[in-house]
């Protein structure tokens, strides 16, 4: 669910700073600015979700050697969806021999970057992002309506029957929470392959009962007028001069507080992008957090229903009827092997369970490393396009 950036954000705040240089270009550019300057083809589009929602998503329809005039008409498409506080950027922002994105198109894919309500590539068609309203969603609504809406436009665009969905993190717990709450879109995906996935959280209940029952962050945060967690730039500034010291990494203690939540990885630590990737972080909803608490402190893939401490309904898993591969890192303390055991457990009985496995063989690989890996390229995304053309060529449309 990447809920790490959370912490990160309250630790570090974006890093947004006035001193510009501890920041480089790629920290300020738009998602399409960064694919453009890669020298991939890009284009932007919109879909409006049934409750007012309008998300921009970013498509990649060609690698950078590839013939461009067909606009990706009649080839197999990726949805790839982000976790939370991260959007569309975080499958390009490692370059185009690390980014999972680059690595599809550059293999012959039409790569769909979608984006959740909350990021900076969403709007609503009568709410500001001041008002309270507009925040009132967690991962339910990204189930029911968000990744709905962009699936739909993949098809509606391309033409395609199905497209092959890969999601990150809180992109999985949407994933899941569409198929139980909208069984239908089962006929419009080939195959699901699940990155980190946040569905068992058992791991994070005292984290989440310190956060949720002692603490009481986001109520407390909404008393103060904080509709969102969102943070200015003066605040930005002080958190990094007195505590993330990003170029030191022995005296970071951004890092060090990251690590002791899901596990140390300095060797997969780029430090060199480590400020572009904090600046990158994007808004989310108090309502998010307390979901996820929620499911942490039942034990249950849950819903939301009447609020943190309503009624426990669990969603049905059994609704999923496409194939699953559930991939996790060994070291990451977020999403916990033994928590991706039990999803496997499950999907295994509905007959749904392709496979799970380490997502590489490194042996510190952690939750951030899906996404932010050093040697990303090869530890995880080279091997990973081969298992999507394995899943296209034994499920996709013959």
């Given at each position: 669910m990447s809920a790490i950036r959370y912490i990160v954000t309250l630790c570090s705040v974006l890093i947004v700073v006035g001193d510009a240089q501890l920041l480089r270009k790629e920290a300020y550019e738009t998602v399409p600015q960064l694919i453009s300057s890669a020298g991939y083809p890009v284009e932007r589009h919109r879909t409006t979700t049934a409750d007012g929602y309008v998300l921009q998503m970013h498509r990649i329809p060609a690698g950078r050697r590839s013939a461009r005039r067909s606009g990706g008409k009649g080839k197999r498409a990726v949805l790839v969806m982000h976790g939370l506080l991260g959007h569309s950027g975080d499958f390009v922002i490692m370059g185009p021999e690390r980014s999972i994105g680059y690595i599809l198109a550059d293999a012959g894919y039409d790569v769909w970057l979608g984006n959740l309500r909350g990021t900076v590539y969403s709007t609503h068609l009568n709410l500001t992002k001041d008002d309270p309203k507009f925040w009132d969603f967690s991962f339910h609504e990204h189930g029911k309506y968000d990744i709905p809406a962009q699936i739909d436009k993949v098809l509606a665009v391309t033409g395609l029957p199905k497209l092959l969905y890969v999601g990150y993190s809180m992109g999985t717990t949407s994933f899941f929470t569409m198929m139980s709450t909208r069984p239908e879109y089962n006929d419009k995906v080939i195959a699901f392959v699940a990155l980190a996935p946040a569905v068992f959280l058992n791991n994070m209940?005292?984290?989440?009962?310190?956060?949720?029952?002692?603490?009481?962050?986001?109520?407390?945060?909404?008393?103060?007028?904080?509709?969102?967690?969102?943070?200015?730039?003066?605040?930005?500034?002080?958190?990094?001069?007195?505590?993330?010291?990003?170029?030191?990494?022995?005296?970071?203690?951004?890092?060090?507080?990251?690590?002791?939540?899901?596990?140390?990885?300095?060797?997969?630590?780029?430090?060199?992008?480590?400020?572009?990737?904090?600046?990158?972080?994007?808004?989310?909803?108090?309502?998010?957090?307390?979901?996820?608490?929620?499911?942490?402190?039942?034990?249950?893939?849950?819903?939301?229903?009447?609020?943190?401490?309503?009624?426990?309904?669990?969603?049905?898993?059994?609704?999923?009827?496409?194939?699953?591969?559930?991939?996790?890192?060994?070291?990451?303390?977020?999403?916990?092997?033994?928590?991706?055991?039990r999803l496997a457990k499950e999907l295994n009985a509905s007959g749904v369970l392709e496979e799970v496995r380490p997502g590489c063989e490194w042996p510190k690989f952690n939750h951030l490393d899906f996404v932010f890996a050093k040697d990303l390229g090869k530890l995880l995304n080279r091997p990973l396009v081969k298992h999507i053309d394995y899943m296209y060529n034994k499920y996709g449309p013959s």
């Open positions: 209940r005292p984290l989440a009962e310190l956060l949720l029952k002692t603490w009481n962050v986001p109520q407390t945060m909404r008393n103060q007028g904080m509709v969102s967690l969102t943070f200015r730039q003066e605040l930005r500034e002080l958190v990094v001069s007195s505590v993330c010291r990003v170029r030191s990494p022995e005296d970071d203690m951004c890092m060090r507080l990251v690590y002791a939540l899901v596990g140390e990885d300095y060797e997969q630590n780029d430090w060199d992008m480590m400020s572009v990737i904090m600046a990158r972080f994007q808004p989310a909803s108090w309502r998010q957090f307390e979901h996820f608490g929620k499911i942490a402190l039942t034990g249950v893939f849950t819903s939301w229903e009447d609020g943190l401490w309503g009624e426990v309904k669990p969603y049905k898993l059994s609704n999923v009827r496409v194939p699953v591969s559930l991939l996790y890192g060994e070291n990451d303390q977020l999403t916990e092997k033994t928590q991706i055991m």
